[in-house]
Nanobody, 115 residues
Framework: QVQLVESGGGLVQPGGSLRLSCAASGSIFSFDAMGWYRQAPGNQRELVVT???????NYADFAEGRFTISRDSAKSAVYLQMNSLKPEDTAVYYC?????????WGQGTQVTVSS
């Protein structure tokens, strides 16, 4: 019913920037939150940032001050601007949309930060 597609990942050097995009296909009439999570190989998926339908944001400590989430409700899209990237930011980044009791996930986009 709902599909999320991420884009914008890639290889950047430390200190560089990337802007991730997540486009939702299929109508989402009412969502509780949208956000970004990330997962490195062998690690658990962790929260990067979420934004509620009311605009309240919740950033992980590592993202605060460097990453910025934004949304376009009309397009059912969510974005993640990542600045001052560090090697430890390397991971697959996943878009998430929470609708009531259900979480929708994108396929993920690889972000690699390396010299």
């Amino acid at each position: 019913q709902v599909q999320l597609v991420e884009s914008g990942g890639g290889l950047v050097q430390p200190g560089g920037s990337l802007r991730l995009s997540c486009a939702a296909s299929g109508s989402i009439f009412s969502f509780d939150a949208m956000g970004w999570y990330r997962q490195a190989p062998g690690n658990q998926r962790e929260l990067v940032v979420t934004i509620s339908r009311f605009g309240a944001t919740n950033y992980a400590d590592f993202a605060e001050g460097r990453f910025t989430i934004s949304r376009d409700s009309a397009k059912s899209a969510v974005y993640l601007q990542m600045n001052s990237l560090k090697p430890e930011d390397t991971a697959v980044y996943y878009c998430n949309v929470r609708v009531r009791w259900f979480d929708y996930w994108g396929q993920g986009t690889q972000v690699t930060v390396s010299s």
